[in-house]
């Protein structure tokens, strides 16, 4: 039999499984995953201007978190316009 070679993240994903760190879930709990998730689809374009200091503190705190200042900033307007 042949072996097959994962990329990095494919073998990430495996030793995840491996581990135990994804859990199965029923249909509907996946439909309302899958809902809440086409429900955020970002479909419009936004340009602002932005004071330059702050824009550096946003990119400083979405980099904290692991994630791309744009989409920091679009979670933040998400959040408020939701309130």
Same mark, same amino acid.
């Given at each position: 039999? +042949?072996?097959i070679k994962l990329t990095k993240q494919e073998k990430e994903i495996e030793n995840a499984l491996l581990q135990g $760190?994804?859990?199965d879930i029923d249909k509907? $709990? #996946?439909k309302r995953i899958a809902e809440a998730i086409a429900s955020r689809k970002k479909d419009s374009v936004l340009n602002i201007r932005i004071?330059? $200091?702050d824009l550096k503190l946003l990119? +400083?705190?979405? &980099? &904290? #978190?692991g994630i791309r200042y744009q989409t920091f900033i679009s979670e933040l307007l998400h959040r408020i316009a939701h309130r």
């Open positions: 039999m +042949r072996k $760190e994804y859990i509907n $709990e #996946f004071n330059s $200091e990119k +400083r705190k979405a &980099h &904290h #978190f």
